[in-house]
């Protein structure tokens, strides 16, 4: 097999085990082990993790070797800030597009699909890649965010509504109410997330 298909199925595959809440924050990953599971050698499980670094899904530990990051409700409450600024710089250079295809029917999808229908109509590239990569690092939480707050499919209904009607006062209006909503329930997220484990 190709050593550059096999690193890229190593690092999908990881990538999409720890999308996916494989492992529970805190999990030190062995590369021995992964590089079992995945019939690999270590080299393209070791670039796989350097690489999941890059994108802040993996960190390294001295002398522990690497490790999903611990989340905790200051560092969550950042995210979500980030998420808010990120969505805030990408509308200053956004050029409306039409929403075309229906959203797709789970939730997270269509978070994830609003969000980077607004960083794919910035003419600054960098807020998509960024977008992305922000909406990989929130994706499990995401996914349990319904758990903590109620009326969470409503709220995104009334973003993607805001935006297609191109009412950009009512948008940026919901768009703060939507992340100081999660900013305040950070707690009961990472709860959520921790139990569901």
Do not use: C
């Amino acid at each position: 097999m190709n050593s550059g298909l096999t690193a890229e199925r190593v690092y999908d595959a990881i990538r999409a085990q720890i999308l996916d809440r494989a492992y529970v924050p805190g999990t030190r990953l062995e590369p021995a082990q992964l590089a079992k599971d995945l019939a690999a050698s270590m080299t393209p499980v070791r670039d796989a993790l350097h690489r999941l670094m890059g994108e802040s899904l993996v960190e390294a530990r001295t002398g522990s070797g690497f490790h999903l990051p611990l989340l905790d409700e200051p560092s969550l409450i950042d995210l979500y800030r980030w998420s808010h600024e990120l969505i805030l710089l990408a509308l200053r250079q956004w050029a409306p597009e039409p929403s075309g295809a229906a959203p797709p029917a789970a939730l997270i999808d269509r978070a994830e699909a609003l969000f980077d229908r607004i960083a794919r109509g910035s003419d600054n590239g960098e807020h998509r890649r960024a977008m992305q990569q922000l909406a990989a690092r929130l994706h499990a939480i995401r996914q349990v965010e319904p758990q903590a707050l109620p009326g969470v499919e409503e709220e995104l209904g009334y973003l993607e509504e805001g935006l297609d009607q191109r009412d950009k006062r009512r948008f940026l209006s919901l768009l703060g109410a939507y992340h100081r909503r999660r900013s305040r329930a950070a707690g009961a997220i990472l709860r959520a997330l921790y139990r569901s484990q």
